[in-house]
């Protein structure tokens, strides 16, 4: 006798018979509420919620304060287009974002519906800014799927037939420390980081003719890779001599992620323009480019935008989330969340020696699954494997990376720490199955 499906099963099989199959299906667990860091799929199961909507709820599945300023705005008017009609919500989250992450002296602001919009959007700016073509951006990045986004997203398999690509975009090696720094102390590997981005002005890229260097400061889906501060500070010094603009992509590492606003204010070096989205809004789309007034203004009127930017009950959204963030300082709790996963992650690396490396700032951490402890081996089998089972048992989690060997940890940061406990045994309970050490 066949077993009845069930309604996650026949969920799933509805997708199957009506989405287009490129739609990517990065867990099979479905849903039928949400809340906090707990997902109830359509069987009544509650799993706990270690992906995040890819690194989107931070502030938790439906905040209260956050649904009721949808409920209240969405009563009021859903739509009129920021170009054609002025509205106060778009200007207050403007105001709020430039309050909260300055870029100098005077920022200023424009808003979107997603990070990839974010990123289209920073580019024609700081091309306008420089009167120049050309874009640097690195091995590892992923910044959206839209033409220019995707161009300078780095994994061939999400851009696979989708060609030609946009031009005069350039690609250097991401200053990935495990992975290629072989022997060398911090200090040497950065050195050495430093001098190909200067060399690439000689056989990679024309300076004069480049506008501007993007790149994330913790790369989400290239692996959770933090670039290293002092890198990060030589490309500020870089781009300072040549008149190129610095692009930070925070679209996964903003809004309390790792600990702060933005990642780059853990490192102390300010860009010309970032690009954020995720967790700007719990859930409602929404985006926005913040940088230098001087920059911003740059662009020509009617070169940026589109007719859904800012729009009002997504902008409503996003500062009540702001809002309740700081009511209950969601970047304090970043670093406490970061800081037990991180403490677990290394105890598990000491009884697992498929595990190569931990690493991440704030709560943005992940562990890399090797073969033989050498950071070119990456073992992807493994961590398919061990998401696999942790989904059976009832967690949600991400691989990722180029070689998707790595398991990222994105929940959302009001996560209580017993939720958090069970999560991570869970986690840790089956690598140590899967790697065959003893539980």
Same mark, same amino acid.
């Given at each position: 006798?066949?077993?009845?499906?069930?309604?996650?099963?026949?969920?799933?099989?509805?997708?199957?018979?009506?989405?287009?199959?490129?739609?990517?299906?990065?867990?099979?667990?479905?849903?039928?509420?949400?809340?906090?860091?707990?997902?109830?799929?359509?069987?009544?199961?509650?799993?706990?919620?270690?992906?995040?909507?890819?690194?989107?709820?931070?502030?938790?599945?439906?905040?209260?304060?956050?649904?009721?300023?949808?409920?209240?705005?969405?009563?009021?008017?859903? *739509?009129?287009?920021?170009?054609?009609?002025?509205?106060?919500?778009?200007?207050?989250?403007?105001?709020?974002?430039?309050?909260?992450?300055? *870029?100098?002296?005077?920022?200023?602001?424009?808003?979107?519906?997603?990070?990839?919009?974010?990123?289209?959007?920073?580019?024609?700016?700081?091309r306008q800014a420089t009167k120049r073509q050309a874009v640097l951006c690195y091995t590892g990045g992923f910044h959206g799927r839209t033409m220019m986004a995707m161009t300078l997203t780095s994994k061939i398999n999400y851009k696979l037939n989708c060609g030609p690509f946009a031009p005069e975009v350039y690609r250097l090696p991401f200053p990935n420390y495990y992975r290629y720094g072989n022997t060398n102390d911090m200090d040497t590997f950065v050195e050495w980081e430093l001098k190909r981005?200067?060399?690439?002005?000689?056989?990679?890229?024309?300076?004069?003719?480049?506008?501007?260097?993007?790149?994330?400061?913790?790369?989400?889906?290239?692996?959770?890779?933090?670039?290293?501060?002092?890198?990060?500070?030589?490309?500020?010094?870089?781009?300072?001599?040549?008149?190129?603009?610095?692009?930070?992509?925070?679209?996964?590492?903003?809004?309390?992620?790792?600990?702060?606003?933005?990642?780059?204010? *853990?490192?102390?070096?300010?860009?010309?323009?970032?690009?954020?989205?995720?967790?700007?809004?719990?859930?409602?789309?929404?985006?926005?480019?913040?940088?230098?007034?001087?920059?911003?203004?740059?662009?020509?009127?009617?070169?940026?935008?589109?007719?859904?930017?800012?729009?009002?009950?997504?902008?409503?959204?996003?500062?009540?989330?702001?809002?309740?963030?700081?009511?209950?300082?969601?970047?304090?709790?970043?670093?406490?969340?970061?800081?037990?996963?991180?403490?677990?992650?290394?105890?598990?690396?000491?009884?697992?020696?498929?595990?190569?490396?931990?690493?991440?700032?704030?709560?943005?951490?992940?562990?890399?699954?090797?073969?033989?402890?050498?950071?070119?081996?990456?073992?992807?089998?493994?961590?398919?494997?061990?998401?696999?089972?942790?989904?059976?048992?009832?967690?949600?989690?991400?691989?990722?990376?180029?070689?998707?060997?790595?398991?990222?940890?994105?929940?959302?940061?009001?996560?209580?720490?017993?939720?958090?406990?069970?999560?991570?045994?869970?986690?840790?309970?089956?690598?140590?199955?899967?790697?065959?050490?003893?539980?």
């Amino acid at each position: 006798m066949m077993n009845k499906m069930t309604d996650s099963e026949k969920l799933l099989e509805r997708r199957k018979a009506c989405v287009a199959n490129g739609v990517g299906v990065f867990n099979t667990a479905t849903v039928s509420s949400a809340k906090g860091a707990i997902i109830t799929d359509m069987d009544g199961r509650e799993l706990i919620d270690f992906a995040g909507g890819i690194g989107v709820v931070n502030a938790g599945h439906c905040p209260e304060p956050v649904v009721q300023a949808i409920r209240d705005q969405a009563g009021k008017y859903l *739509h009129t287009s920021f170009n054609v009609v002025t509205y106060e919500p778009y200007l207050e989250l403007c105001e709020t974002l430039a309050d909260i992450l300055p *870029h100098g002296d005077k920022t200023k602001a424009m808003l979107v519906s997603t990070g990839a919009e974010a990123v289209e959007n920073a580019i024609k700016i700081a091309r306008q800014a420089t009167k120049r073509q050309a874009v640097l951006c690195y091995t590892g990045g992923f910044h959206g799927r839209t033409m220019m986004a995707m161009t300078l997203t780095s994994k061939i398999n999400y851009k696979l037939n989708c060609g030609p690509f946009a031009p005069e975009v350039y690609r250097l090696p991401f200053p990935n420390y495990y992975r290629y720094g072989n022997t060398n102390d911090m200090d040497t590997f950065v050195e050495w980081e430093l001098k190909r981005l200067r060399e690439s002005i000689h056989n990679v890229v024309d300076p004069n003719n480049l506008a501007a260097v993007i790149i994330e400061l913790v790369q989400g889906e290239g692996g959770i890779n933090p670039a290293p501060e002092k890198y990060v500070k030589g490309l500020r010094e870089f781009c300072d001599e040549h008149g190129i603009m610095l692009i930070f992509d925070e679209v996964q590492t903003g809004f309390g992620r790792t600990g702060h606003w933005a990642c780059w204010q *853990h490192y102390g070096v300010t860009p010309d323009i970032s690009t954020y989205a995720k967790s700007l809004g719990s859930g409602m789309p929404i985006g926005a480019v913040l940088g230098k007034e001087e920059v911003m203004d740059a662009a020509a009127p009617g070169t940026i935008g589109g007719t859904y930017i800012g729009n009002p009950v997504c902008c409503a959204a996003a500062l009540a989330t702001i809002k309740y963030m700081k009511e209950i300082d969601l970047n304090s709790r970043g670093k406490q969340v970061g800081q037990i996963i991180r403490k677990r992650f290394e105890q598990l690396q000491n009884r697992c020696p498929q595990i190569g490396d931990v690493r991440g700032i704030g709560s943005m951490m992940a562990i890399e699954f090797v073969k033989n402890g050498d950071p070119r081996q990456p073992d992807g089998e493994l961590c398919l494997e061990i998401v696999k089972a942790c989904a059976d048992r009832g967690l949600v989690l991400l691989s990722a990376g180029t070689f998707k060997n790595v398991i990222r940890v994105l929940s959302p940061l009001v996560i209580t720490d017993e939720e958090l406990d069970k999560g991570l045994s869970i986690l840790e309970e089956e690598t140590l199955k899967a790697c065959g050490g003893a539980l």
